[in-house]
């Protein structure tokens, strides 16, 4: 019983995580199927991983860019150059990237959102991964 009541609570800080995020700083979460529907557009989103490089060589989404959090806004200049086109978020979990999404806005990025549960969500629902650099 209370294996299940830390589990309870466990999941209930990661839904409170999120809302936090969505409802009170305004990051804008994005399901895993949203950002599949999204990349076989013609103008597909860029998708920004804040993982550490050896977090992204293991896997990856294909065409994603990395570029580790917390950044400078120089390096984020030097990395993305369209701040009117979509720019998907991803870390592990999506518990690193909100403030990452945050920094962008700050820095000029209109269209932001953040992978809901990042990387774990996206390989749990079948999404497309490449490993290496």
Same mark, same amino acid.
């Given at each position: 019983?209370?294996?299940?009541?830390?589990?309870?609570?466990?999941?209930?800080?990661?839904?409170?995580?999120?809302?936090?995020?969505?409802?009170? %700083?305004?990051?804008?979460?994005?399901?895993?199927?949203?950002?599949?529907?999204?990349?076989?557009?013609?103008?597909?989103?860029?998708?920004?991983?804040?993982?550490?490089?050896?977090?992204?060589?293991?896997?990856?989404?294909?065409?994603?860019?990395?570029?580790?959090?917390?950044?400078?806004?120089?390096?984020?200049?030097?990395?993305?150059?369209?701040?009117?086109?979509?720019?998907?978020?991803?870390?592990?979990?999506?518990?690193?990237?909100?403030?990452?999404?945050?920094?962008? %806005? %700050?820095?000029?990025?209109?269209?932001?959102?953040?992978?809901?549960?990042?990387?774990?969500?996206?390989?749990?629902?079948?999404?497309?991964? %490449?490993?290496?650099?």
């Amino acid at each position: 019983m209370r294996v299940l009541a830390a589990v309870l609570v466990v999941l209930a800080v990661l839904v409170l995580w999120d809302a936090v995020w969505w409802l009170l %700083r305004g990051v804008r979460p994005m399901s895993p199927w949203g950002l599949r529907r999204a990349l076989r557009r013609p103008s597909p989103p860029t998708v920004l991983d804040v993982r550490t490089p050896a977090e992204y060589a293991l896997f990856h989404i294909p065409g994603a860019v990395n570029l580790p959090y917390p950044f400078t806004s120089e390096a984020l200049a030097a990395t993305l150059d369209d701040p009117a086109r979509l720019v998907v978020v991803v870390c592990m979990t999506g518990h690193r990237s909100p403030p990452a999404v945050q920094h962008l %806005r %700050r820095d000029g990025f209109r269209d932001v959102k953040n992978l809901t549960w990042g990387m774990s969500a996206w390989k749990l629902t079948g999404g497309e991964t %490449r490993s290496g650099k």
